[in-house]
T-cell receptor
């Protein structure tokens, strides 16, 4: 009964390919997020959805497109993958302010 | 914009010694503050949080942190380190006003030696 689950856990792909990462939460939270963790462990927010509505869209290339079919799911699609996209991508969810986030276990994306 | 600064990217302690990981925040009003731990190849786990109630916050695994407004600090401590505490620790801040965006510090890697 994983609270926030991401698939796949590992993703190795060639430059130029398109790939998707899926995220699902069973906590009943209204808000979901995507974070990118680079090779130096720095965490940066990419997107946030509240009840299927986009509320945070940081400076992220247009090749990245989030999709939220319902409030329990937030998927991340990446077009034309580049070497610099290699990172660990974390999905997270939160109920409301002040409660912090619950994170998934991450998807390690390697672009070769 | 709110931010947190973690002093020391690497901290090494002996098993049984005091753990002190430093975090200072920058915000015009006291924000919400959090500490997360990340074990190798895993996601982030919430250790504890400050949400303007008690200034001394106790978390999981024997960790605690004290909010000091005068010093704009939220340092993480544990009286006695255990080998299993070796991990990456992140301090994070979110606003008490609009939005719930969590902004992380750069992390501190804790090493515990015998």
């Amino acid at each position: 009964d994983t609270a926030v689950s991401q698939t796949p856990k590992y993703l190795v792909t060639q430059m130029g390919n398109d790939k998707s990462i899926k995220c699902e939460q069973n906590l009943g939270h209204d808000t979901m997020y995507w974070y990118k963790q680079d090779s130096k462990k720095f965490l940066k927010i990419m997107f946030s959805y509240n009840n299927k509505e986009l509320i945070i869209n940081e400076t992220v290339p247009n090749r990245f497109s989030p999709k939220s079919p319902d409030k329990a799911h937030l998927n991340l699609h990446i077009n034309s993958l580049e070497l610099g996209d290699s990172a660990v991508y974390f999905c997270a969810s939160s109920p409301n302010k002040g409660n912090g986030y619950t994170f998934g276990s991450g998807t390690r994306l390697t672009v070769v | 914009a709110q931010s947190v600064t973690q002093l020391g990217s690497h901290v090494s302690v002996s098993e049984g010694a005091l753990v002190l990981l430093r975090c200072n925040y920058s915000s015009s009003v006291p924000p919400y503050l959090f500490w997360y731990v990340q074990y190798p190849n895993q996601g982030l786990q919430l250790l504890l949080k400050y949400t303007s109630a008690a200034t001394l916050v106790k978390g999981i695994n024997g960790f605690e942190a004290e909010f000091k407004k005068s010093e704009t600090s939220f340092h993480l401590t544990k009286p006695s380190a255990h080998m299993s505490d070796a991990a990456e620790y992140f301090c994070a801040v979110s606003p008490t006003g609009g939005g719930n965006k969590l902004t992380f510090g750069t992390g501190t890697q804790l090493k515990v030696e015998l």
